[in-house]
């Protein structure tokens, strides 16, 4: 076990060395070191991906002798990892790089000149690849099962797709009810909000959530992430809008809800592939838990008010309490996905789900994408993009070849609210902790059952063990129509 645990953490190391190139490529570096960096990127992914997969590894797993629990997980975890990457011929992977690198800038420029045809080719090219990717997977039922295992391992296209529907189903009349009521006030967030007070104030917030700055720190960058170099030292970055408190504010306790959870792996996986989120579902529910449903909570914002009164007076001063919080958590259907608030989001990821699997099944060409795209934009949300730059071209993710990875974040938000009922129930007078400013015993529920186990448990074992139930889509539900019914007066 010692000559395996040696060898996971050199590769580990490898990773989280790469991890702190890529965090300063997006947060420091100077423009014209990319092409060099993206090199040193490559080498250092390339050799850890070849160590693991070595007969080495292999070797040392057939010989290890467990001891404990962690040892078991660890020895089935690297080895189906391996298993995995096994199946997938290193030419599929180069193709595929290359095809993403072309298809990233054809995305850029088809964006930026609202030209479809300039990256439809390359949509093709991806698509085509994700379909051979699917394929030398594997799956039970249909291909699009393999390339959703790669981000939320264990989930299949069919359950998916049920709990979505049902969601649907209940969702797209109650947004028609809520936006016929006329739309919420939401000129409060958007004044004069001064960027060092925005930072300050977002951060001192996360802080007081549990976010550790002794292991952790917050930097800008264009589009906000966290990263983790070691469960000791995981960093945050936020983006300022000086006309708009919500993206810095609301992504800042967003990623520091990430950065929560990897900072709360039990220590003892340090330098182990099981040390980190277990699916990108949950990891997704960490960061809606702290961004919504406590940050974007009456109760939080009993405690927060005359914090940020006080922070903004300019901005704020003739601002009641209920005219702030109507203000973030105003209603109002958008084409675009990042701009999306909570009840309308999980429509923006359910049209992406349903075109990856016809794009992937070979139900929707390419070319009619736009117009697919648009009519159901138009039928669950009640607008329709004015042109394809704000409609089928607005995500980057396609282009990475990152299909599959869209319904994550909508898994996120229904285990967010799962999550968050159980540890109400464990902590019955949760909103007093709140009004109090306190948030320790919800991140202490977090770590018990949640952060602590790294990769250890699944997805649906995390959400089995601490809420008695698989993935399902009524708790979210029942959330969404009870707080904006009452915000609406429904
Ligand atoms: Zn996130």
Not at 196 to 208: H, I, P, T
Not at 264 to 278: C, H, Q, R, S, Y
Not at 432 to 455: C, I, K, M, P, Y
Request: one cysteine or more; hydrophobic letters at 40%; proline letters at 4%.
């Amino acid at each position: 076990m010692d000559t395996l645990r040696k060898h996971l953490a050199r590769i580990t190391h490898l990773n989280q060395a790469a991890a702190v190139l890529e965090w300063d490529m997006e947060t420091y570096m100077p423009e014209g070191g990319a092409e060099a960096r993206s090199q040193q990127v490559a080498t250092l992914r390339s050799m850890a991906h070849e160590m693991l997969v070595s007969d080495e590894t292999v070797a040392l797993l057939e010989h290890a002798e467990p001891d404990s629990d962690v040892d078991r997980d660890l020895i089935r975890v690297v080895q189906k990892d391996i298993e995995k990457a096994h199946r997938v011929p290193s030419s599929l992977i180069a193709a595929m790089a290359e095809a993403s690198g072309r298809a990233k800038g054809a995305w850029q420029k088809a964006r930026s000149s609202n030209d479809f045809p300039v990256f439809a080719p390359h949509l093709e090219r991806i698509v085509d690849l994700c379909v051979q990717h699917a394929e030398a997977l594997g799956y039970d039922d249909q291909p699009y099962d393999a390339l959703l295992d790669q981000y939320e391992e264990g989930a299949t296209t069919r359950q998916v797709a049920a709990v979505f529907e049902e969601v649907r189903n209940d969702l797209v009349p109650f947004v028609k009810e809520l936006t016929g009521t006329g739309m919420l006030c939401e000129g409060p967030v958007h004044r004069e909000y001064p960027e060092d007070d925005q930072w300050a104030f977002g951060l001192e917030m996360a802080e007081r959530m549990g976010y550790d700055l002794n292991h952790g720190r917050q930097d800008r960058s264009a589009h906000p992430f966290s990263t983790s170099f070691s469960i000791s030292d995981v960093r945050i970055t936020t983006r300022l809008e000086k006309r708009f408190f919500n993206p810095a504010f609301f992504g800042t306790l967003h990623e520091a809800g990430h950065a929560m959870y990897e900072q709360g792996i039990d220590p003892v996986l340090e330098g182990t592939p099981l040390a980190d989120g277990t699916s990108l579902g949950i990891h997704e529910s960490q960061s809606r838990m702290w961004e919504n449903l406590v940050g974007r909570s009456l109760p939080f914002w009993e405690f927060a008010f005359p914090r940020v009164q006080r922070t903004f007076p300019d901005a704020l001063g003739d601002v009641s309490l209920d005219g702030f919080y109507r203000a973030i958590n105003a209603v109002a259907p958008s084409t675009i996905r990042v701009e999306a608030d909570e009840v309308t989001y999980n429509l923006h990821i359910m049209l992406r789900f349903e075109l990856e699997q016809e794009m992937i099944a070979g139900k929707v060409s390419i070319k009619d994408l736009p117009q697919e795209w648009n009519d159901r934009m138009e039928a669950w949300l009640g607008v329709r993009p004015q042109d394809d730059a704000e409609g089928v071209l607005q995500d980057i993710h396609w282009s990475l070849g990152a299909i599959g990875y869209f319904p994550t974040y909508a898994l996120g938000n229904l285990m967010s609210v799962q999550l968050f009922e159980a540890a109400r129930e464990a902590i019955p007078d949760l909103d007093d902790h709140f009004r109090r400013g306190e948030f320790s015993a919800l991140l202490a529920w977090l770590r018990t059952n949640v952060h602590q186990w790294g990769r250890r448990k699944t997805a649906d074992q995390i959400l089995v063990d601490s809420t008695g139930s698989h993935l399902s889509a009524a708790p979210w539900m029942a959330y969404v129509k009870r707080k904006f019914g009452a915000l609406h007066g429904a």
